[in-house]
């Protein structure tokens, strides 16, 4: 691995890091390590942001009470933000007399419809829970195809020496070219990917990112049956170990028995191409291609839903840093509240030397029975029952948690007040106020929501369209032929006449000859 540091004043161009797999490694491996840099402070904040809606805290039975309102925001926010499938509309622009270019709208319409039945309400809910906590939802668009029996290969090598040698191994001739399958039905659908999986370049915004990055993690099986013998020379760096939060690269990946390795995936928008390489493999490219889906944008996802951004930088901010202070305080007033009213209980002392009737006086068997006290005037000369028990005082207990109710409620609705979640949105309403206040609580709440539903609706909006691109730019006519219900697309075959049984009789033979242009009647209209 070349020792060449990245940065501005080390290289002009490409070319000074060299050529080949070790050069190109340690471009993309330096322009990870820059864009890591500057999302490291955005990827600790979100990470507790995370634990904080799951409530990931040691639970003991002392543990403070808190009020997880990150939790019931997000709850509200995610069936207001999203509600149900979008149905694609593929029209012409200018909708011309273009009897071809309506038809294959039509088509296309039918195939992304059909598209969308494979998981997208799952893809588009995970996108908008990743906006509403770490700040950032990412989706991308894949072609999968899948393939039949391999293509029997008519010619054969009686040498072994004939046969052609593995490129990554040249010195095992014996080694076969992987036998050709015919692709028997094809799919293009958007996928979920995880915030801290994706990494992009550093720009101000979407058109001027220079190139984005997937990170995946296979297994030696799948390496090699993705990248053939390369798979096989790539270091297996990743042990999954589930939940270990000091390491955020081993905390993004449920437990697993295997280990596996990260793969980059990065799609070069410069070069117009993708490049695979694993971090842990120095100086090894695993594959490269050059615009490998042919997409309007050349980019596999569209632009990121994405929290609070500047002009000057696409970082997001999450909304829970907003009003983070607002949300601990709501915490401390519930703690204490919870304190309290553990405190307010009936409790008080007496003198021992009466612990036997006192006793008797409390428990749960004594209802409608006398008990009795064998000195009696002593018992009376010291006041009697309201001076032998000196209960604890609830007044000042009580009028403290009072106050402290007024607090939390107030800090309630500040909080609710920066974040726009009004008493509408919640499904609350106040029976006292008049239908003005109430419309005016929803206006309010409909236009702090309306930018982010305008997003969900773009972000909807172009994983369709990428779809449609895939399905055109890919899709043979056979499985768009299967997939829409339009066999007309597909050769159907000659079918020849019927046999002579089948034709009916020739008094039976009447009407209009078959092909004419014939208006339908109306029910009950004379002929």
Request: proline fraction near 9%; glycine fraction near 6%.
């Amino acid at each position: 691995m070349s020792d060449v540091t990245i940065g501005p004043d080390r290289i002009g161009t490409r070319a000074d890091l060299g050529t080949g797999d070790a050069a190109l490694y340690d471009f993309w491996m330096g322009e990870d390590r820059i864009a890591g840099k500057e999302e490291e402070k955005w990827h600790k904040r979100a990470r507790k942001i995370v634990q904080r809606y799951r409530d990931e805290r040691p639970q003991t039975t002392n543990s403070v009470h808190r009020f997880n309102i990150l939790w019931s925001n997000v709850q509200t926010l995610i069936p207001a933000l999203y509600a149900r499938t979008p149905k694609p509309d593929v029209q012409r622009r200018w909708l011309d007399q273009d009897d071809t270019g309506r038809l294959a709208s039509l088509i296309l319409e039918r195939a992304v419809t059909y598209s969308l039945e494979s998981g997208f309400d799952q893809v588009m809910e995970a996108i908008v829970q990743d906006r509403l906590l770490p700040g950032r939802g990412v989706s991308r668009v894949m072609y999968i195809p899948h393939y039949g029996d391999p293509i029997p290969v008519a010619e054969e090598f009686e040498d072994a020496d004939d046969a052609p040698a593995d490129v990554d191994n040249p010195g095992d001739k014996k080694a076969q070219a992987e036998p050709d399958r015919e692709v028997v039905f094809e799919e293009a659908m958007a996928t979920y990917i995880y915030w801290e999986d994706y990494r992009e370049g550093p720009a101000r915004t979407w058109r001027e990112v220079p190139w984005v990055r997937y990170r995946a993690y296979m297994t030696r099986d799948q390496l090699v049956d993705r990248f053939g013998a390369k798979g096989k020379r790539v270091n297996l760096d990743f042990t999954p170990k589930g939940g270990d939060q000091q390491n955020p690269d081993k905390a993004v990946e449920p437990p697993d028995i295997f280990k596996k390795a990260r793969i980059h995936e990065i799609w070069d928008k410069t070069k117009g191409e993708a490049v695979w390489l694993a971090p842990g493999t120095p100086d090894l490219i695993l594959d490269r291609v050059d615009d490998p889906l042919r997409l309007p944008g050349f980019f596999p996802s569209p632009d990121p839903l994405m929290a609070t951004t500047t002009n000057d930088k696409r970082i997001p901010v999450p909304d829970y840093a907003e009003y983070q202070d607002q949300a601990n305080e709501l915490d401390t007033l519930t703690a204490r509240i919870d304190t309290l009213t553990r405190a307010l209980k009936l409790s008080g002392v007496y003198p021992g030397a009466n612990k036997q009737v006192l006793q008797q006086l409390i428990d749960e068997g004594t209802e409608n029975k006398l008990i009795p006290v064998e000195d009696w005037a002593a018992w009376m000369d010291k006041g009697g029952l309201a001076n032998f028990i000196q209960w604890m005082p609830l007044k000042e207990v009580a009028e403290t948690l009072i106050q402290l109710y007024t607090a939390r409620d107030k800090a309630k609705d500040l909080l609710y007040e920066i974040t726009g979640i009004g008493d509408i949105m919640r499904g609350q309403t106040n029976p006292t106020e008049t239908m003005g206040a109430q419309q005016l609580k929803a206006n309010f709440s409909t236009r702090r929501i309306m930018p982010q539903q305008r997003a969900v609706a773009r972000i909807a909006r172009d994983l369709i369209r990428l779809i449609a691109g895939v399905i055109a730019e890919h899709f043979d006519p056979k499985t768009i032929s299967m997939i829409t219900g339009y066999p007309q697309l597909a050769p159907v075959p000659q079918v020849g006449p019927p046999p002579p049984q089948w034709l009916p009789a020739p008094q039976q033979i009447a009407g209009p000859p078959m092909g004419a242009n014939v208006m339908p009647m109306r029910p009950g209209a004379m002929a």
